[in-house]
């Protein structure tokens, strides 16, 4: 008896969205990496909760492709890209990092939406919300980092900005969350 209930196009395409999630956790491993070799401790361990955050997700995907049926396929992932140059290197690769898989989610979403498959359409939408948090994070961090100066970085300001860092929450909060009583 057949029990997937993915068509191919989109077991491929969810197993692309798995291995570019493991791909996330390495660049956000990689990346905190270097932040601890720089003495930013704080920035460090916000970049090491968001690999763990990544891996999150790939196991999510992973696990909805199982449970549609499907085999997931557990394949190699490339090398995180070099060391960025500075904190705001860092956070800038970072924002172009969430936009490149924000525009992967959207493709499956689409994908999922052309073959009336609801069931992926609806577990897709949590990665939609994903990213707006992701992407609205990754552009507060780039602001602080230009208040901090930019290129130019205060060692004062991102001292306080790695202590910051190690206390902010992980997530930001949605537009689509905000009401009057709680902006």
């Known amino acids: 008896m057949i029990t997937n209930r993915l068509s191919k196009t989109l077991t491929t395409a ?51 492709i199982l449970k549609r049926g499907a085999e997931a396929v557990v394949t190699v992932i490339p090398a995180p890209p070099k060391n960025p140059e ?6 800038e690769k970072v924002f172009e990092h969430e936009v490149d898989n924000t525009k992967a989610v959207y493709k499956l979403v689409k994908m999922s939406f052309d073959e009336e498959d609801w069931a992926t359409w609806n577990f897709m ?26 290129k130019k970085e205060n060692n004062t300001a991102l001292y ?18 905000v009401t009057v009583d709680n902006p």
Request: aromatic share 10%.
């Open 14 to 64: 969810l197993n692309l969205q798995m291995t570019k999630e493991a791909h996330a956790s390495q660049i956000y491993l990689s990346y905190g990496a270097w932040a601890e070799r720089q003495g930013f401790s704080g920035i460090a361990n916000f970049l090491f909760r968001h690999s763990q955050e990544e891996r999150n997700h790939m196991m999510k995907m992973l696990e909805y």
């Open 86 to 91: 500075n904190i705001n290197t860092c956070f």
């Open 160 to 177: 306080s900005l790695d202590r910051d860092l190690e206390k902010t929450p992980d997530e930001a909060k949605s537009a689509q969350d």
């Open 125 to 150: 939408q949590w990665f939609v919300k994903e990213q707006i948090e992701e992407e609205t994070l990754a552009m507060s961090l780039l602001d602080k980092v230009k208040i901090a100066g930019s």
